[in-house]
């Protein structure tokens, strides 16, 4: 499938430029072609989207940090013994507080990478203007997880396919500002006939990943980006939210006669 980011809207969009707008009919995609749309746009936004990962990765691991000293220092310096209770508690509690903060933040990060995929301006404050979604986030990633978790339990593959169909569920509940159920109800309505192709994407973007941290860690900083604004394309594509850009003029062609007034 060819997508043209050219084409007249189907559906016009509403809402201001970083909220939610009117949804269209669903948008074809390709693995292939939606990283390397994600890798054009990230060349012109490496800043802004850089800077995003980072502070987010960095706040996120601050209340982990702080346990692991907290629980250290109990100990009196001892270093806690793997696998013991106090062990799963302490990684338990860091893990939590990491990914409560990363969900505190996930309503900015959402909106600064769409500003980009949408071909609009993306400022590094959008980070922060968009907490009064975060309860909404943290209800619907916590239900998706659970999700994921039990469907896991019956022998991997019904996690994994929930992990598929449930895959744009956070980012409707930033994005398109719905409730938990709505936003799960959404992503599972927005996956069908497509669980597959975002399988094998799922798995790319881990391999991109992947190298990116095995180039001594650097990479991640062009690699995490590049992944999470492809994610955030096919989202877009998928809930039919794209909104394409304005077609370029048409090269001129010269003087027009026959028409005009002759005096």
Request: proline residues 8%.
């Amino acid at each position: 499938m060819n997508y043209n980011p050219y084409a007249a809207p189907q559906t016009p969009g509403s809402g201001s430029p970083n909220g939610p707008i009117a949804a269209g009919p669903p948008q074809p995609w390709e693995i292939g072609e939606v990283f390397s749309r994600a890798w054009e746009m990230f060349k012109p936004n490496w800043v802004v989207l850089v800077l995003t990962v980072f502070i987010v990765g960095m706040l996120s691991t601050i209340p982990n940090m702080a346990i692991t000293m907290v629980g250290l220092v109990a100990r009196g310096g001892k270093q806690v013994v793997m696998f013991s209770p106090e062990y799963w508690t302490q990684t338990g509690f860091g893990g939590g507080s990491t990914l409560l903060v990363t969900y505190l933040f996930w309503p900015g990060t959402v909106r600064i990478f769409i500003a980009v995929a949408r071909g609009q301006q993306a400022q590094l404050g959008m980070l922060f203007s968009a907490f009064r979604r975060t309860p909404a986030v943290l209800a619907t990633g916590l239900l998706q997880t659970i999700l994921v978790v039990v469907g896991l339990a019956f022998l991997v593959i019904p996690g994994i396919y929930l992990g598929c169909a449930l895959f744009a569920s956070t980012t409707y509940a930033a994005e398109a500002e719905l409730g938990p159920i709505e936003s799960l109800k959404a992503s599972f309505k927005a996956t069908e006939g497509q669980r597959g192709r975002i399988f094998l994407f799922l798995i790319v973007t881990q391999l991109i990943n992947l190298g990116g941290f095995m180039a001594c860690c650097v990479g991640t900083f062009v690699a995490g980006p590049v992944v999470y604004l492809a994610m955030v394309i096919v989202y877009l594509r998928i809930s039919g939210r794209d909104v394409p850009r304005q077609a370029p003029p048409p090269p001129y062609a010269g003087p027009v006669y026959g028409t005009g007034y002759n005096g």
